[in-house]
């Protein structure tokens, strides 16, 4: 991914990200309280996100900093597997299954955790009264991208900032949900992934019935249905929808995602019968795999097979008609255009970047329509590495 | 499916090409539409329906078109939704890849877009009707007026896919011509290979489908002043030259450069699984493929196509020989070309002198003369006979072959035909200057009989028997036996000024509407140029993301006529590898001054070596010139803007290859000429 226009303001490996201005807040009358010292916000590309008076480390490493983790996915846990980080409960069962042996302390969802900040800053704080100077307060709601998913609210004397890391709202049926904080979030940073207006999901269960009926009619035609998903979120979710297949159906799911789909049933949700690849055992079964093994022996020697393709990219029809599938089933982990329009226009915030598009201009001409301050938080990922 | 399950209505029709779509297996897509179709009532439906997903909004044959831009198009829908084109409509089509399925998406996500439209479940008449209003409107204002009155009334599936048929031909479904053929035999219980035939003899697929659902196909006759599809050739998959397999060790590389060495080898005919012997070669001429139809007077033959006015400069003798032109797309050109048409009723008119000589003798001398000390003793077809004692009033022929400006018995350059081409009545003093005239290389019908099911050996004598009698040019046609044959005469037809060879399989019947093997075009290559990249465009598909495609300037910083330093020569697209993109994108970032959408404007600074088909003459740019089918041969790292060529040199290129002809030797001209005088 390249991001443009490209600006000057890099140094090094890190990028100051401008702090909103005083009195640029366009719009929201009534919500334009002055804070006297912005937050700070470094984005550090693959090194995450860092608030340098909070000092607070999101999604990264490399940083001396209490450091912690929105989800178990590969782009946001840290390269160093060592490090002590932060997670939901969940979480860290999947990072510790994908093979991170640094510490991790689980910090249950709405449960605040009190950190010492930076130390730089005198006072300042002139709303709470329990929240000693400098310190800063991180509380985790629940993302509804996949199991252990969690947005990290943050507050300081500088103001609060929510990060949602990747979410989802209305949240995967095989997650904890979604829940925004009560509190005012002065600061927004939204993952837009899908933020252009062709985005439109539909309804979990209307897919979900998708994803059965590609499963059933397949096996009663005699062919081997396989669903490419994501080995970790899409595939349980998947497993998940099969798991209310009348009659029931068995799944076999491909190598790496065994061991995840444990820790899923070990925080209740029901993936329904299922058991690792067997090459033997599988036909009359449900294969899912991901897509990096459309062309692999495993599938390509299958005689009888029957492909769908389940990935929110799979909405483009031209596209997805690329990948040679039998289906296109366009179940995203991820929100889409108008939710994520929701979902600012719930919290008010004083401003917004958004974070992980390949094209924010779209999303952020109709914050700035409704009044809005926003900006692109470009991650720039691939080359400052 | 909906309620509207058994209506002939327009969305039942998406939703069957939806479901067509969404399926890979084309014997699926096959029964699928079949389905379809056997459910319809109505002839009309039927037609329209098969018309709409073959052809576009209008017949292919009708040569008409609904005439609304792609940009208009666009425009419009985001007017509709009422959208910024630029801010939020043109991202979301990079995104996409594809501005029917973006302004789909639009329509159904947006709700101002939605709550504009109220579906009316149109049935396919009132799309043809739409269809016409918008080709009979005039203007981008009142086509968007007439879009917009048809979108109001239709779900986002229909307009998708109403946006597909405007711009004609396929509807990118993978649902093609020869798909739809054995789908109309499905529905209506027929013999494929009977509808792919009708089909080709009527040109029209939605009359073949009726004629099929009505169990008539045994009634479709060739007719006379209706085109048939043209027989198309494959490019030579390698160079022609350099085999092995001959022993000839002749290292020349013109064949080799013909389709860009691709590095695939240094090919010949053997390597491409092709054995010369089993091929003739003729000169390809840089002309017009015309289809040339000479018979009776049309009226008598066909009420369909009869000239209420014809003028002196029309295809048209009352009562004596009518001629009609067709271009490859099918459509009719007579009224171009008077002079061609003239060219053609005087060699009809020249048949009664010859009625009197006795068959045999016209038969064994002419074509004699016309190949290397080889005689031909043809046993001729009854058909052959036939037109030697027919009255030439009555005399019906098909042929295939090229319009060229033709002088002094040579062939002019492209550019000449190029003034007379879209010039709907010429002017004398147009037609004085370029005179264009017919050569014919293939013959499909004569006199009722079709001779396009003859394979070539067999249709050329013939073709050459009717030259010879009607005086008309032909194509030389040469024996070959080796790489190095094909060698020589890719050589010689290029110091003729002609763009190649065409090399026909003798055995090959005339397969109409086909693109095969049988037919084999080797081209010279076109030129390279250094140029510099002035814009970059994200790229669609698998390249998603990454600037893929170029505008490429020319230089013209001393030139007079303009004021800027670089002015846009053409557009490429590919040719590069992967890790050159890579670091294409790294310079790239450094070069961005502006940012339109998916398109960076650059300062000057990468240099590309592009190779090209040809260069030409379009008014319409700045530069006067754009080049053919440009792609990168490599990126010139160590070149800097100062070194790239000039428009000048761009200009000098063309002169050049418009006086590429050369001095041809009647001896092997490249066209047979049976009769002076005939031109
Ligand atoms: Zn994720």
Redesign the interface.
Known sequence: ??G???RHEMSGSCITIGTPVKNTVTGQSGTTTQISQPLQIKNMGYHGIYLPEANLLLDGSGVDAPTFITHAHADHVPRNRHQPVFASPATAALMRARGHSGPIKEIPFGETTSLPGSGTRESGDKRSGDNKSGHVRVTLFPAGHILGSAMVFVETDQGSLLYTGDCRVPPSPASEGFQLPDAQVDYLIIEATFA?????WQPHETLFDQIRDFATDSLSDGDTPILLCYNLGKAQEVMHALASCDPPVSVQIHGGGEKLCRVYEDFGVDLGRWEPYNRETLPGKVLIAPSSTLESPMIRDLRTRRIAYVSGWAS????A??L?????IPLSDHLD??ELLDVCRTLKPRHTWLTHS??P??AL?YLHQEGFSCSSLETERADDG | MTDKAHSPSFARLCETLTDVMHTRSSTRKISLFAGYLKGLEDDRDVSLAVQFTAEGAFSTLSGRRAAVGHRTVALTAAKFCGIDYDVVFRPCRTATGSASETIEKLMQNLPEAAARREPAWLGLDDLADGFERLAAASGREQKQQVLTGLWERMTAREIRFMIRMLSQGSLRIGFEVRSILPAIALAFGVDAEQVRRVHMLTGEIGKTALLARAGELHSARFRMFQPVAFMLASPMETGPVGGAETGDGDGGSAGAGAEGDSGAGAGNVGGSGVDPRAYVAEEKFDGMRTQAHIGPDSGQVSGQVSDPDPGPDSGQVSGQVSVRLFSRDLNDVTVSFPDVAGQLREAMAILPSKKSRPPDVSVSAQPGTLQSGKQNSVTLQSGLQNLVTRQPGTIEAVLDGELCVLEDGRIQPFQRLQKRMGVKKPGRKLLAEHPVRFIAYDLLFLNGEEVIDLPLHKRRRLLEEFCAQTGLPCSRQHEIASAADIERLFRQALEHGNEGLMLKRRDSTYEYGQRNKSWLKVKQPGGSLDTVIMYAHAGSGRRGGTYSDFTLGIRVDEDERYEEQFIPIGKAYGGYTDEELKKLNRRIKELAVERFGPTLSLRPGIVVEVEFDDIQVNRRTKAGYTLRLPRFRSIRWDLSPADTDTLADVERLYRKRAERSGDADPSNSPVLFHKAGTL
């Not at chain 1, 252009?196 to 439109?200: A, E, F, R, S």
């Open positions: 991914m390249i443009f226009p490209v252009l207006p062709i985005y439109k483009l029809e031209v596209r008609s690329q040679l599938a039998d289906a296109l255009f108008f390949p094209d201009t779209v001409h």
